[in-house]
């Protein structure tokens, strides 16, 4: 049971280099989420994705791009990293309840270093 | 906009006591639902509970009972006679109904400590 699985789960970038997370889930979900975790304020949404070929912005979407070209795949990319975005990121995704919101699967998260 | 509010954000208590964790949220939406995750040590974020705004019954889980009350917007958590491995953050979160999304919104956590 792979489940959310996220790469890389360590990453060290200089201030202004750039570089993609990549998240996969085998769940068939239809949404995706990339959160952020900083220490004392939980987890903040950055993008989140509802369907193959759709993103959408999310709490502090500034700084990063996503694409979700397929279904199974949701990237997260800095262009040009900032040491304001060292953090943990956190993929998760769920199903589509029409009538239930379904809770979210998370992968193990990523810790990325911007120097 | 909601909000959710841990307002304790660190607890240390010796094993075998019981310990709440409390959990404040915000809304105007009438249907929402409401969740409490746990992060162990090694980071993963696991799944707890869910509970829908219109079923306000308490709920226990072995070791686990959450008190969920509209009157004071509160959703709390307790852990009875609590164990070393239930060190870990716990994070409270919210979910609107019908939001294009399901996105959750989280509370800061609250980082508890079972000592032996």
């Known amino acids: 049971n792979a489940g959310v699985t996220q790469t890389p789960k360590f990453r060290v970038l200089k201030t202004g280099q750039s570089m993609t997370l990549l998240c996969a889930q085998d769940m068939n979900h239809e949404y995706m989420y990339w959160y952020r975790q900083d220490p004392g304020m939980g987890l903040r949404l950055i993008h989140y994705s509802v369907g193959e070929g759709t993103t959408a912005k999310g709490e502090v979407p500034d700084g990063y791009n996503v694409s979700r070209l397929k279904k199974q795949n949701f990237l997260l990319g800095l262009e040009s990293a900032a040491p304001s975005q060292t953090s943990v990121y956190f993929c998760a995704s769920s199903y589509t309840g029409q009538l239930v919101t379904g809770e979210l699967f998370f992968g193990e998260g990523s810790r990325l270093t911007v120097l | 906009a909601q909000k959710v509010t841990q307002a304790q954000t660190e607890i240390s208590v010796v094993e075998k006591e019981d310990v709440t964790l409390d959990c404040v949220y915000e809304?105007?939406?009438?249907?929402?639902?409401l969740f409490w995750y746990k992060q162990p040590p090694s980071g993963e974020l696991v799944f707890l509970i869910r509970?829908?705004?219109?079923?306000?019954q308490n709920e226990i889980s072995g070791r686990y009972s959450w008190n969920f009350q509209k009157s004071t917007s509160s959703f709390n958590f307790t852990i009875t006679a609590s164990q070393v491995v239930d060190s870990a953050v716990y994070f409270c979160a919210l979910s609107l109904w019908g939001n294009a999304g399901n996105m959750l919104t989280f509370g800061g956590g609250t980082r508890l400590m079972v000592k032996p």
């Open positions: 509970r829908n705004s219109f079923d306000e």
């Open positions: 809304t105007r939406d009438t249907t929402y639902y």
